[in-house]
């Protein structure tokens, strides 16, 4: 079974490996019944909540969209056929996975004594590796958290979760902040709260010698999208986080940034929006944070739980190593037991893809003569 160690740590150190500035090159949707839609109708634009809002208020109405069902990456997949047929040339890399599956990989090293675990599967198909979240783990790992009882004198973790979308749809409008009227911002801490809308960015990134495709959720955009697409998007992230009152606090807060930072970016969001809230969910301040410059504020002023650079060197040296180890078909399994030293990868079936791609996925390519044959380099447009 091949094997990646993840000791000793301070090999990752240093000068951080190459990266390449992730690059929006498709976007799709998925509306308020969670249908998907390959345009940008679930784009949202920031605007500034009120200080005092209640997260809590509308829990009780809260649409909670059901994520039982493993969907895969067929949404991700289906775009990228759309984008395909658009320009004519293959979406060319050598990983191609949604961005919650690199930010599990990312966050291992600071991540290290807390022990946290992860299960994916992965399957290889004309040059590229494709990875997804191993699904039945994740409802196994969500039950296990949800049957720890809250602390006394803390709320559910259903409640904290709820937090997270109210202060989204506090700070969200469907328009520019111009075209949006005074009655609806002012509105928004009546809205009901939901998570079934979605504007999903798809960026063409990389790191050391890996070339990467990579999906995943915006919350919103600062201004709004230029119309020239080499430029860079403001991309807003938006979080919560409890009030600091001691040191302790801060420790938890300074690893939560870290995850806080992985997340943007690899997506290429340059700007993080905090909204710190009281133990009973009132939210207190808002903090902006620039995301390139979160590593450093941990080194200068945190207690230095984690180092940026060697998040990346770790993630490039794995990445490259499971280059060379995932070269060919059949559905591979990607897992870090709880607390383990290791990376394991292994094939559990030696042909097919399993569920990972769709037919449809399989279908396009294998009818369209030019993605025929496998490896084939063809000089993308996009």
Known sequence: MPIFNLKPLHQYEGKSAAIKRPKEVAYFSYDENHQYHADGRSLRYYYPPRLGADLCKGFDTFRQLDDTMDDHLDSLLKRIIALEQETGSRCEADIITWRGMLTKIMVTPGDFMLGSGFEMNATFFQGTIFIEENHDYKLQTRASQHAQRPRPGTHSQDMMSYWGYKFETLSLIPSTWDATS??????????????????????????????????????????????????????????????????????KYERKLQKFWIQSFLLGVPRIIVGFRTKNGILDHLEELETKNIPGLVKRQGKGSWDGNLCINFTAAFLEWLKATITSEGVWRIRRKERSEVIEVFQQTPVGHGSILSDEFLDWRRSSKEFQREGESIAASI
């Open 182 to 251: 005074r009655e609806l911002i002012e509105s928004r801490e009546d809205e009901v709260v939901d998570n079934y809308a979605q504007y999903c960015s798809i960026v063409k990134t990389g790191m050391g010698n890996v070339r990467m495709v990579l999906g995943g959720e915006v919350d919103a955009v600062f201004g709004q999208k230029p119309e020239n697409k080499d430029n860079p998007i403001d991309w807003v992230e938006l979080k919560t986080s409890a009030c600091i009152e001691n040191d302790k606090d801060m420790l």
